[in-house]
C-alpha cells in the first residue's frame, strides 16, 4: 500500500514572507524560532517586523545548535509554554525547524518529550499553527512530518503527522546571505535525499516524479546558486527543489549516505549536509549494483544523453557525474580533517558500521548492507 500526503501549503518567491499574514493575526502571541546567527545576521528582525505589520507581537529564542539535542526541545517548550505563544514560527535550518514543530506539538499536548520520541507515545491534540521559512535549502524539513533530534547518542527522527506545518515560505531573499560552503553542502543533502528516495526500495510514483525533477532541478540550479549567492532565480529554484527532495524523501524513505551520516553526526558532530554530501558518490557506487536502471534515470535526470548507454554504463556514469558536481562546489572527497581530530580507530569505525546497519532508514536501501562493505566506506571516507 503506497500513502502520500501534502497538508503543507508551499509558497515561494522573492518577498513571500509577508505571506506570514494569511496565517498569523492581530493579537497573535508568536514564539519565533530561530538560532543565534540568524539574529546576528538580522534575519529574525526582518520577520519580527511583518509581524508587526500584523499587529502580532514575538518573542524570539535563539538557541537551536547545528544538530539539536532533546535539552534544546526541553528548554525550547518551556520558552513556548512560558510566554503563552498562540503561533509557532520558525525561522532557520532543518535545526531550528526540527526543534519547532516538536515544540508546536508539545504545547498542546502531555508527556515529555522522550515519550515520544521512545515510547511511540502519541499526541492527542492538535499542535499549535507551525509555520516554517527555511534559511537553508537542504532539508526540506519545512514539508516534511519527521524531526530529527539526538539523544543518547543517537540521532533519531521521530514522524507524525501532527509534525506538518500549515505553512512553508520559500524566499530566497533570506537565504541569500547563506555562505557558499553551507549552500553547497545542504544543497547536496537535498541531492541526496532525492537520489536516496528514488532509488530506495519504497519508491512510488508521486515520490519518483518528485525526485527526479529535484535532481534535474539542482543539476542545473545548485552550483548557480554556489557561484552566485545573489541570483535569486537560482536561490528559489534550488529551495524549492530542496522542498520536492524533503517530500519525496520523508515519504519513500531514505538509505545507506543517510545512515551512515547518523552516527558521524551523533559522535563526531559533524555538520549534517556535509556528511551526506562526502558520503554520496561512496553510498551511490554501493548501491548502483542493485538497480541500474534507476541510476541510469538519475543520469538522465542530471543532464547526460543515456541513448547509446547500457543501463550499466549510465549508472557508472551517474556517479561521476556527481562526483563532478561536488568538484565544481568545492565539496572534500573524504572525511580525514574529522578522522584526525577525534583519533578515529578500527574499533570506532566497526561501531558506526554496525550502528549504520541497524539505523532504520536502511531498511530502505536497494542493497542489504553487509557490516564489513559499510566498514570499507567508512575507511575510504575517514582515511
Ligand atoms: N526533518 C527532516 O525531515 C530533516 C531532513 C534532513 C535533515 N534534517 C536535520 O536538519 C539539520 C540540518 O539542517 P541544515 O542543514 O538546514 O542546517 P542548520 O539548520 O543546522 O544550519 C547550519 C548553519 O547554517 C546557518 N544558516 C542557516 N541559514 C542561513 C542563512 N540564510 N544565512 C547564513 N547562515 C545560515 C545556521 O545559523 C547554522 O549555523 C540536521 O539536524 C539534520 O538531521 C531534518
Ligand atoms: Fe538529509
Redesign the pocket.
Known amino acids: 500500500m503506497n500513502r502520500f500526503l501534502l497538508p503543507t501549503e508551499v509558497i515561494s518567491g522573492p518577498g513571500c514572507l509577508v505571506e506570514l499574514k494569511r496565517f498569523v493575526k492581530a493579537g497573535d502571541k508568536v514564539a519565533l524560532i530561530t538560532?543565534?546567527?540568524?539574529v546576528k545576521?538580522g534575519?529574525a528582525d526582518i520577520v519580527v517586523k511583518v509581524l508587526e505589520g500584523i499587529g502580532a507581537t514575538s518573542e524570539i529564542f535563539d538557541e537551536v545548535p547545528?544538530?539539536?539535542h532533546a535539552e534544546v526541545v526541553n528548554k525550547c517548550r518551556a520558552f513556548v509554554e512560558g510566554m503563552g505563544a498562540s503561533v509557532v514560527v520558525c525561522l532557520?535550518?532543518?535545526?531550528?525547524?526540527?526543534v519547532a514543530k516538536v515544540v508546536a506539538m508539545l504545547a498542546t499536548n502531555e508527556g515529555e518529550w522522550e515519550d515520544y520520541q521512545w515510547n511511540m507515545k502519541q499526541p492527542t491534540n492538535p499542535p499549535l499553527t507551525y509555520i516554517a521559512i527555511?534559511?537553508?535549502a537542504?532539508?526540506?524539513?519545512e514539508v516534511?512530518k519527521?524531526?530529527?533530534i539526538i539523544d543518547r547518542n543517537t540521532?533519531k527522527?521521530t514522524g507524525g503527522d501532527f509534525f506538518f506545518a500549515k505553512a512553508a515560505l520559500l524566499d530566497p531573499e533570506?537565504?541569500?546571505?547563506?555562505?557558499p560552503a553551507?549552500t553547497a553542502?545542504?544543497g547536496v543533502?537535498a541531492l541526496t535525499?532525492a537520489i536516496e528516495a528514488y532509488v530506495g526500495k519504497n519508491h512510488q510514483a508521486f515520490t519518483d516524479a518528485l525526485a527526479l525533477e529535484a535532481i534535474a532541478i539542482l543539476a542545473e540550479y545548485l552550483p548557480r546558486a554556489f557561484a552566485n549567492g545573489t541570483d535569486l532565480v537560482a536561490r528559489e529554484k534550488v529551495a524549492i527543489a530542496a522542498a520536492m527532495a524533503?517530500l519525496a524523501?520523508?515519504q519513500s524513505g531514505l538509505g545507506v549516505v543517510h545512515a551512515m551520516s547518523g552516527p558521524l553526526?551523533s559522535y563526531y558532530d559533524i555538520?549534517?549536509?556535509l556528511s551526506n554530501a562526502v558520503g554520496l558518490p561512496y553510498g551511490m557506487a554501493y548501491n548502483l549494483i542493485a538497480v541500474p536502471e534507476r541510476y541510469a534515470r538519475i543520469a538522465e535526470a542530471l543532464g547526460l544523453d543515456v541513448s547509446n548507454l547500457s543501463f550499466r554504463e549510465a549508472a557508472e556514469a551517474s556517479v561521476l557525474m556527481v562526483e563532478e558536481l561536488l568538484d565544481d562546489l568545492q565539496i572534500p572527497t573524504d572525511l580525514c580533517d574529522y578522522f584526525i581530530k577525534y583519533g578515529t580507530d578500527e574499533a570506532d569505525i566497526l561501531k558506526f558500521a554496525e550502528e549504520s546497519c541497524k539505523m532504520f532508514l536502511m531498511r530502505n536501501n536497494p542493497r542489504n548492507p553487509q557490516v564489513k562493505d559499510i566498514e570499507e566506506i567508512f575507511e575510504a571516507m575517514l582515511k
Open positions: 538560532d543565534g546567527p540568524l545576521l534575519l547545528a544538530n539539536p532557520g535550518g532543518g535545526s531550528p525547524m526540527d527555511p534559511t537553508t537542504g532539508t526540506g524539513s516534511t519527521t524531526s530529527v540521532k527522527g533570506l537565504m541569500v546571505s547563506l555562505p553551507l553542502t545542504t543533502d535525499h524533503g524523501m520523508d553526526s555538520p549534517h549536509g
